[in-house]
């Protein structure tokens, strides 16, 4: 089945005028989010993504191009039009924004409360609601009184009250511990499976975007750097930013202008053991592959890999000391073997 455009940016320019001149925060951004997808935007600190997601709802008035929202001009509608969109798009914060002197319930009864929503048909959808985040327990609770993963169930909550089409996320989890964050990105994804709901996330962190994205793209400098597959764009980063956001400086701190290289035979053990792997988090070091052909042969890794040692040789040695300890088969090779 064809898939349906839910947002498109065309063109998207976003200046704001300071003391200082103007400051060009986004320049030509060209995206289509699909309907039903978990699309994630990453960049570094600085780089445009809480712009951008600020003008997909025209919370920000971009100042270049469209937005088109259901195929919907956002630009060309009116204040009432623009209102009656944003209702479809739910937001949530990397502080919450929950109001202090109301309790879970009300806080969630909020937007709807806004909208109009007759009080018992508001209190019974909130109800219904924090039932779906895990927090029927908490109904009556005060914000003061939650730990920082239950306010963002609570902000979810309040997001999905008017029935929205997208909810946008901006760091959501960003002020939250590991394990609250995982929590957060499995009812994220609960939310897009049952409800339907296409979820946008704006993060920093590369780890979100792995747990539940399906497609990714990477803002640097006010500009879409790449955009594709989670799983394209994590195998095979395009732009510098797309690797230093996936390698991190691991890479760029290992020397490879020394030409020893070793060939690592691969005849028989299991294809599920994570062999180069376990072998740089145990050096601490990395490897430079430049050949490799392998094969899963019932389970059992076939065939070879061509490794380039780092220049340190103490890295060096490392890496020829664990392959001896492991019993991996290697051998040392010309900088032309193949």
Not at 63 to 83: C, I, N, P, S, Y
Request: proline share 4%; aromatic share 4%; with cysteine.
């Amino acid at each position: 089945m064809a898939s349906e455009p839910i947002i498109e940016l065309a063109g998207l320019g976003k200046q704001f005028h300071t003391a200082n001149g103007p400051v060009t925060a986004l320049d030509d951004i060209n995206l289509t989010i699909e309907k039903g997808e978990i699309f994630g935007i990453i960049g570094l600190s600085g780089a445009g993504k809480s712009t951008l997601v600020r003008c997909i709802n025209f919370l920000e008035i971009p100042t270049a191009g469209k937005v088109l929202f259901e195929k919907q001009d956002m630009g060309a509608l009116d204040e009432k039009g623009r209102r009656m969109a944003r209702r479809s798009m739910g937001m949530i914060f990397q502080q919450f924004n929950l109001l202090a002197q109301r309790n879970v319930l009300r806080n969630v009864c909020f937007p709807l409360e806004i909208a109009g929503v007759p009080k018992a048909e508001a209190r019974k959808r909130a109800e219904e609601l924090l039932c779906m985040v895990g927090l029927e327990d908490r109904m009556k609770a005060y914000p003061a009184q939650l730990s920082g993963g239950q306010k963002q169930r609570v902000a979810i909550a309040r997001a999905l009250a008017t029935n929205p089409k997208v909810l946008l996320c901006d760091e959501a989890t960003s002020a939250l511990d590991p394990n609250t964050t995982k929590s957060i990105l499995q009812l994220l994804k609960k939310i897009n499976q049952e409800l339907g709901v296409t979820v946008i996330v704006i993060t920093h962190e590369m780890a979100v975007i792995e747990a539940i994205c399906d497609r990714v793209a990477i803002i640097d400098q006010s500009h879409i750097a790449e955009v594709g597959k989670v799983s394209d764009i994590f195998s095979q980063p395009r732009s510098r930013i797309g690797r230093q956001l996936i390698l991190g400086d691991a890479v760029d701190n290992v020397s490879f202008s020394g030409t020893r290289q070793i060939r690592i035979i691969f005849d028989g053990r299991a294809s599920s053991e994570p062999i180069i792997a376990n072998m740089i988090l145990a050096c601490k070091t990395a490897v430079n592959i430049m050949y490799a052909a392998t094969k899963d042969l019932g389970g059992t890794a076939m065939g070879q890999m061509i490794i380039q040692l780092p220049e340190e040789e103490a890295e060096a040695r490392r890496i020829t000391n664990y392959l001896s300890t492991m019993k991996v088969p290697y051998e040392e090779v010309r900088e032309d073997a193949v």
